[in-house]
């Protein structure tokens, strides 16, 4: 175990401890300000004063704050997570600036992460009111607010002299949510008996309920933003070690272990094995430190971690009315807000009516397929904002009856089974399949597609791959075609750099160094994994690093780093004896290389005599906003002279 990890695991064992002793020895403190901070162990520490911290789960993803009353409508754009183990970034450098108009894809900045320097895609329309953190700035903690977006182009100009925390007050999004921060506290203020805030929502050991922490659904890979899980590998009550596999995530790249980052018990499991379209953070189990705390968890449920880990049903009886109360003879309430009334700002819109949301809410409705106007609005003016969605998303609504909270089925939980009948079945989508589909359609409407074809001879080539192999047999290896024409590739994008490109809007990045993304078919669907440098690897670690890739890619055992930061791909159908076939681009790629399989034909000899010759074909898909027609077939006709003369590349 590495030593940062340990000491994060140490200082979140003494914090835990603290807030035991705080939980027993100090009163709540009416109106409290909360503030977040996102770090590497799939956890949030929330300050409730400034010395009493409590754990909670946190989303590793964007996180949006909408922001209202003395400012204009608003989103604070937080530093993501763009790697599992990514906790602060620097910002490299911004792509847009200030009053620039904002589309779902846009690359904001360059964000250098622990792992790498990535590129930050935006993911809501609208326009860049406010950077709050410029070129340059470094170890930005995860969750802090770099930027403001608005919706209306309008609304720009009233965030000249913003700054995070000022004008109308804490809590929201920066300059908004002032009016209704002072309603809660005044709210508080009037029942000073109750001490139910001093937990912070999302758990964390607060309220009536044991020290604990919720632990949401984590984010594996830089892209996921959702995943379903494949399987539990502890149950409740189970004791659980740092390291300890709890369970399988399947991502939108493949199927991977959640790790556990701390010593403790499973007391409650919340997301069901087999429950689909989970969007990170969604509460997914409780995690306690000690064996005794684990049976007070029993009846705990989804909605309690949702509404900050409150008292526990069986506590739920009506509290011994104040002095203060007694005095306006309010009657106690009968019931707790959890469990049988919903937050009532929120409502939903009749369906077939016009629906107030915002655009990337639409968006989310439409991938997800559900019916937005089921959606409980939470923004102004009854508005559905992003948030609604996920949460309509992860409850399972917007596509049937709802289902009883008590006994959680497939329909709540996102588990999708298979339908059958006479005439046909329904077979579930795996994760990677609707991912691959979505992006492949996204590939065909945005990108302008064309396609070079050129014929091979590969004579020269098989007969040197049959020298080659008989020397390599008494090692126990052998080349594939495929190893040549990856070689050939990579030889070729050194030769003409512009196709190892991609396509930023703004601008063309060109690589200086070729990894080539393979396709590969699994049982789940398409993977593309990445054989890295691969212009300076020779023909066998060609051939053993492809082989390795496509074990692990079949098995779901890829790690993120195999399968993302490819320059160029090369899908082969030649073995299933497809003569030709054009490929789809891989964005931000800007080309893909389809192989035929090579077969005997009557050709033209270089002695101006017909003879038999092997073949084969080949078809280069292009981004014309990229790579020109020329540029391309400059590309085809170097590929060609490798893999006819093979021994060209070698040199």
Same mark, same amino acid.
């Given at each position: 175990?590495?030593?940062?990890?340990?000491?994060?695991?140490?200082?979140?064992?003494?914090?835990?401890?603290?807030? #035991?002793?705080?939980?027993?020895?100090?009163?709540?403190?009416?109106?409290? =300000?909360?503030?977040?901070?996102?770090?590497?162990?799939?956890?949030?520490?929330?300050?409730?004063?400034?010395?009493?911290?409590?754990?909670?789960?946190?989303?590793?993803?964007?996180?949006?704050?909408?922001?209202?009353?003395?400012?204009?409508?608003?989103?604070?754009? @937080?530093?993501?997570?763009?790697?599992?183990?990514?906790?602060?970034?620097?910002?490299?450098?911004?792509?847009?600036?200030?009053?620039?108009?904002?589309?779902?894809?846009?690359?904001?900045?360059?964000?250098e992460t622990d792992k790498a320097t990535l590129e930050w895609e935006n993911?809501?329309?609208?326009?860049?009111?406010?950077?709050?953190?410029?070129?340059?700035?470094?170890?930005?903690?995860?969750?802090?607010p770099v930027a403001v977006i608005t919706e209306e182009k309008g609304d720009?100009?009233?965030?000249?002299?913003?700054?995070?925390?000022?004008?109308?007050?804490?809590?929201?999004?920066?300059?908004?949510?002032?009016?209704?921060?002072?309603?809660?506290?005044?709210? =508080? !203020?009037?029942?000073?008996?109750?001490?139910?805030?001093?937990?912070?929502?999302?758990?964390?050991?607060?309220?009536?309920?044991?020290?604990?922490?919720?632990?949401?659904?984590?984010?594996?890979?830089?892209?996921?933003?959702?995943?379903?899980?494949?399987?539990?590998?502890?149950?409740?009550?189970?004791?659980?070690?740092?390291?300890?596999?709890?369970?399988?995530?399947?991502?939108?790249?493949?199927?991977?272990?959640?790790?556990?980052? !701390?010593?403790?018990?499973?007391?409650?499991?919340?997301?069901?094995?087999?429950?689909?379209?989970?969007?990170?953070?969604?509460?997914?189990?409780?995690?306690?430190?000690?064996?005794?705390?684990?049976?007070?968890?029993?009846?705990?449920?989804?909605?309690?971690?949702?509404?900050?880990?409150?008292?526990?049903?069986?506590?739920?009886?009506?509290?011994?009315?104040?002095?203060?109360?007694?005095?306006?003879?309010?009657?106690?309430?009968?019931?707790?807000?959890?469990?049988?009334?919903?937050?009532?700002? =929120?409502?939903?819109?009749?369906?077939?009516?016009?629906?107030?949301?915002?655009?990337?809410?639409?968006?989310?409705?439409?991938?997800?397929?559900?019916?937005?106007?089921?959606?409980?609005? @939470?923004?102004?003016?009854?508005?559905?904002?992003?948030?609604?969605?996920?949460?309509?998303?992860?409850?399972?609504?917007?596509?049937?009856?709802?289902?009883?909270?008590?006994?959680?089925?497939?329909?709540?939980?996102?588990?999708?089974?298979?339908?059958?009948?006479?005439?046909?079945?329904?077979?579930? $989508?795996?994760?990677?399949?609707?991912?691959?589909?979505?992006?492949?359609?996204?590939?065909?409407?945005?990108?302008?597609?064309?396609?070079?074809?050129?014929?091979?001879?590969?004579?020269?080539?098989? =007969?040197? #791959?049959?020298?080659?192999?008989?020397?390599?047999?008494?090692?126990?290896?052998?080349?594939?075609? $495929?190893?040549?024409?990856?070689?050939?590739?990579?030889?070729?994008?050194?030769?003409?750099?512009?196709?190892?490109?991609?396509?930023?809007?703004?601008?063309?990045?060109?690589?200086?160094?070729?990894?080539?993304?393979?396709?590969?078919?699994?049982?789940?669907?398409?993977?593309?994994?990445?054989?890295?440098? @691969?212009?300076?690897?020779?023909?066998? !670690?060609?051939?053993?690093?492809?082989?390795?890739?496509?074990?692990?890619?079949?098995?779901?055992?890829?790690?993120?780093?195999?399968?993302?930061?490819?320059?160029?791909?090369?899908? $082969?159908?030649?073995?299933?004896?497809?003569?030709?076939?054009?490929?789809?681009?891989?964005?931000?790629?800007?080309?893909?290389?389809?192989?035929?399989?090579?077969?005997?034909?009557?050709?033209?000899?270089? $002695?101006?005599?017909?003879?038999?010759?092997?073949?084969? @074909?080949?078809?280069?898909?292009?981004?014309?906003?990229?790579? !020109?027609?020329?540029?391309?077939?400059?590309?085809?006709?170097?590929?060609?002279?490798?893999?006819?003369?093979?021994?060209?590349?070698?040199?």
């Open positions: 175990m590495t030593s940062w990890r340990r000491a994060v695991q140490l200082g979140a064992r003494f914090v835990r401890a603290s807030i #035991r002793s705080s939980n027993r020895e100090l009163p709540a403190l009416a109106g409290t =300000q909360k503030c977040s901070r996102c770090f590497t162990s799939g956890i949030t520490l929330t300050q409730q004063p400034s010395w009493l911290r409590v754990l909670r789960p946190h989303s590793p993803q964007l996180v949006s704050i909408r922001g209202f009353a003395d400012m204009p409508a608003h989103s604070h754009l @937080t530093m993501p997570s763009l790697s599992p183990t990514m906790s602060q970034g620097n910002i490299v450098e911004w792509k847009k600036k200030e009053g620039d108009e904002l589309a779902s894809g846009d690359i904001l900045c360059m964000v993911q809501e329309d609208g326009f860049l009111a406010k950077i709050l953190v410029g070129d340059g700035s470094k170890d930005i903690p995860v969750g802090t720009v100009g009233a965030f000249a002299d913003y700054k995070p925390g000022g004008g109308g007050g804490g809590g929201g999004g920066g300059g908004g949510g002032g009016k209704e921060a002072a309603s809660a506290d005044s709210s =508080q !203020d009037q029942k000073p008996a109750e001490p139910a805030d001093s937990s912070g929502s999302g758990g964390g050991g607060g309220g009536d309920w044991p020290p604990h922490s919720v632990m949401g659904l984590p984010s594996l890979s830089p892209t996921m933003s959702q995943g379903n899980i494949a399987s539990w590998k502890k149950k409740e009550g189970d004791s659980v070690g740092a390291g300890d596999e709890m369970a399988e995530i399947e991502t939108d790249k493949a199927t991977m272990a959640w790790e556990s980052q !701390d010593d403790g018990f499973i007391a409650k499991i919340l997301l069901q094995e087999g429950a689909k379209d989970i969007p990170v953070g969604t509460p997914a189990m409780i995690f306690v430190e000690e064996e005794g705390d684990i049976a007070a968890f029993k009846d705990f449920t989804a909605e309690d971690a949702k509404e900050g880990g409150g008292a526990p049903k069986k506590q739920a009886t009506p509290e011994p009315v104040s002095k203060k109360a007694e005095g306006k003879q309010e009657a106690a309430p009968k019931q707790t807000p959890q469990e049988q009334s919903p937050a009532a700002p =929120q409502s939903k819109q009749p369906s077939g009516s016009r629906v107030i949301a915002s655009p990337y809410a639409k968006k989310l409705a439409k991938e997800a397929g559900v019916d937005i106007s089921q959606a409980s609005a @939470t923004g102004p003016d009854g508005r559905i904002v992003a948030a609604d969605v996920q949460k309509l998303v992860s409850e399972g609504g917007g596509k049937g009856k709802p289902q009883q909270a008590s006994a959680p089925g497939p329909e709540q939980s996102g588990q999708v089974t298979s339908v059958q009948s006479d005439d046909y079945t329904d077979i579930p $989508n795996s994760q990677i399949r609707r991912i691959t589909a979505k992006r492949l359609l996204e590939s065909k409407q945005t990108v302008p597609h064309y396609y070079l074809t050129i014929d091979c001879r590969v004579d020269k080539l098989v =007969q040197l #791959r049959q020298q080659l192999n008989a020397g390599l047999a008494k090692d126990g290896k052998k080349l594939s075609v $495929n190893d040549f024409v990856i070689k050939a590739s990579a030889a070729a994008l050194k030769k003409v750099p512009g196709v190892n490109s991609s396509w930023h809007g703004d601008f063309i990045r060109q690589y200086h160094n070729i990894d080539i993304s393979i396709a590969v078919q699994t049982p789940n669907g398409l993977m593309v994994p990445v054989v890295r440098d @691969t212009y300076t690897k020779g023909l066998t !670690d060609i051939g053993a690093a492809v082989k390795a890739l496509a074990g692990k890619a079949k098995e779901g055992k890829l790690g993120p780093d195999e399968m993302s930061g490819g320059t160029f791909t090369i899908s $082969n159908l030649g073995m299933y004896a497809v003569d030709s076939f054009a490929a789809v681009i891989n964005p931000p790629q800007v080309a893909i290389l389809a192989v035929g399989g090579s077969s005997k034909r009557v050709v033209l000899g270089s $002695n101006g005599e017909f003879e038999e010759g092997t073949m084969m @074909t080949v078809t280069l898909s292009c981004d014309h906003r990229v790579v !020109d027609g020329a540029m391309g077939a400059q590309w085809l006709q170097a590929f060609r002279g490798y893999v006819e003369d093979p021994i060209s590349m070698l040199l």
